[in-house]
């Protein structure tokens, strides 16, 4: 092999390069870049919507409390994951897995599956559980370049709620009675439509390919790997370090209270799959309950259980701050009419053929700012399907268009990476270049795609 070549990596790996440069230079940390857009969205509304300053300072207080439910839920979910996988028996169990990957090759493709597989599971059980198999994948296999690891990880759980079951849209259309079924004649959609439509699962395959290729292919040279070196490799802490010499450190450190609590756990867990299914089960309360469960055999006294986690909860300090900020943003995207406004004026210019490629883009732009599915398509799905009841396209395209988009910028605002980025100990700025960069890709397929499968694929809906 050329030994100049080497120097360099790979042709991807020299694209990639000018997005980590732009990262490196213009990226600041989360919190920053989430005061950021607040600020903008401030501005953007002020001049756009007239709505005076006093007003939009109360429509961004009232945002920020929105968010507190779900920044409980990701920060101790957070918590209970990383607490969980760094468990001895834990840890034995994932390193022996990450262990099969003989070569870099074989561990990004590893990888990848491991991330739609727990993304169609759930996408917050991939956010983290994601982020620590990669952890042991790079502990296990030299020469991996971490950054991309992590923006492969994080693109999987974003695109795998593109075709995943679980994603909120999809499970949305077809619950009766939802308000968006007025545009569908009343009638549910099930997800063999929504989700499981040529034009849906044509796109989605060529770009999880080109995914797949991106993580192969993207070489650096080896002075230019940046590796994780995370604290897996610290001996095991011991926390059960409670005396038995008084009845009080006999209860602090006796099993019986974890083991009675556990087993109560798994019969409410075996319960709940034997009547509901597994994926009605899996609601991010249940999967937190999942792994809590785990822990209460895994760790086994109070004493040790709970040291555990105190040294996990630092884990979830950004995510606890930075979500209601973020919350304060879709205040004043929504209650001053901001957000309706740029989607108007995007889906204004389109025609039948081009309306999923605008819904496609206004999502895109509209969720940097929203970054809630659900929320979002409040904001963007009436106006959407009006334009398509008008213009005569087929909705469920557009429909699908706007879940990409939704999730594409995912990659460049930096919301559900927090989670991640807490659990792997790194800045936004180690990770953002490569997500854009993956980001660049997953744009131009979703923007073809759109302009040519529909016309080589015929597909209609009785809607």
């Not at 994601?130 to 974003?158: D, Q, R």
């Not at 849906?200 to 070489?219: G, P, Q």
């Amino acid at each position: 092999m050329n030994s100049k070549s080497e120097s360099k990596g790979s042709l991807l790996w020299r694209f990639s390069k000018k997005f980590q440069y732009a990262a490196d230079k213009i990226i600041p940390d989360s919190l920053v870049f989430c005061l950021i857009l607040t600020f903008l969205v401030y501005v953007l509304a002020l001049v756009l919507t007239k709505t005076n300053p006093i007003t939009l300072c109360n429509y961004w207080f009232d945002g920020l409390w929105t968010q507190n439910a779900f920044a409980f839920q990701m920060g101790i979910m957070t918590i209970t994951c990383a607490t969980c996988a760094k468990a001895p028996q834990v840890k034995k169990v994932m390193n022996k897995l990450a262990a099969k990957a003989g070569n870099p090759v074989v561990a990004m493709i590893m990888l990848t599956i491991f991330g739609f597989v727990t993304s169609f599971i759930n996408w917050a059980f991939c956010t983290v559980v994601g982020a620590l198999f990669a952890m042991y994948l790079a502990k296990n296999v030299k020469g991996m370049h971490f950054p991309l690891m992590l923006a492969v990880i994080y693109t999987c759980m974003v695109f795998g709620q593109c075709l995943g079951p679980t994603a909120s849209v999809y499970a949305l259309l077809a619950t009766e009675g939802n308000y968006m079924a007025e545009y569908f004649g009343g009638n549910v959609v099930t997800q063999d439509i929504s989700v499981y439509n040529p034009h849906n699962v044509i796109i989605w395959s060529v770009f999880a390919v080109i995914l797949v290729i991106i993580a192969i292919v993207t070489r650096p040279p080896k002075s230019e790997i940046v590796e994780l070196h995370p604290a897996l490799d610290e001996e095991d802490p011991n926390f059960d370090v409670t005396s038995r010499d008084t009845l009080a450190d006999k209860m602090n450190g006796g099993k019986i209270f974890m083991y009675l609590i556990g087993l109560a756990g798994l019969i409410v867990i075996v319960n709940s799959f034997a009547t509901k299914g597994f994926m009605k089960t899996l609601s991010m309360n249940f999967i937190i309950f999942v792994f809590l469960i785990a822990n209460c055999f895994l760790y086994k006294t109070p004493r040790a259980f709970i040291e555990a986690y105190k040294s996990n909860m630092t884990l979830a300090c950004e995510i606890i701050v930075q979500f209601p900020f973020y919350g304060g943003i879709m205040g004043i995207m929504q209650s001053s009419g901001l957000a309706t406004i740029i989607v108007s004026g995007i889906v204004s210019i389109a025609t039948a053929a081009t309306l999923p490629i605008w819904s496609f883009i206004s999502a895109c732009i509209v969720n940097l700012f929203i970054p809630s599915q659900g929320g979002q398509l409040v904001v963007q799905g009436p106006l959407l399907m009006q334009a398509a009841e008008a213009l005569g396209a087929n909705k469920i395209d557009v429909i699908n268009a706007f879940v990409y988009g939704d999730e594409c910028t995912n990659l460049l605002q930096p919301l559900y990476l927090i989670p991640m980025l807490a659990v792997v100990k790194m800045k936004l700025k180690d990770a953002w270049g490569m997500c854009a960069f993956v980001c660049l890709f997953w744009f131009i397929v979703v923007m073809v795609g759109y302009a040519v499968v529909p016309s080589i694929v015929p597909w209609t809906v009785a809607f």
